[in-house]
């Protein structure tokens, strides 16, 4: 079976939809994007001192002990900071997001 090749009409469309997705153009959609690329800094600032001067030697503090946190930073920089778009945070279940979104009903109590 042959491969299909893109059009050059499709491949410049292609790249011209990967740039707009990766560099926005609007100013109030870069300073939001500029806002959220320095909190998620500014939290791993925060995180890599909370490790390092953890008291309790002991019992270390780990990553996993900021799971919850990095949850709601991705809430904030996502759903909240950008209202109306889909959210890219990963469930608390822990599960990374699928490709098809689950659709099956519950069972009938």
Not at 58 to 81: C, D, K, N
């Amino acid at each position: 079976m042959d491969a299909i090749e893109p059009t050059a009409s499709t491949a410049s469309t292609a790249s011209t939809a990967s740039t707009a997705s990766t560099e926005p153009t609007e100013p109030l959609a870069r300073q939001r994007q500029d806002y959220a690329r320095e909190l998620r800094a500014r939290f791993e600032q925060y995180k890599s001192w909370a490790i390092t001067h953890w008291p309790v030697r002991e019992q270390p503090l780990e990553e996993s002990a900021f799971v919850a946190a990095e949850r709601e930073l991705e809430l904030i920089t996502g759903a909240m900071l950008h209202p109306g778009g889909p959210s890219q945070a990963i469930p608390a279940d822990g599960d990374e997001p699928g490709q098809f979104q689950q659709v099956t009903p519950a069972p009938w109590p």
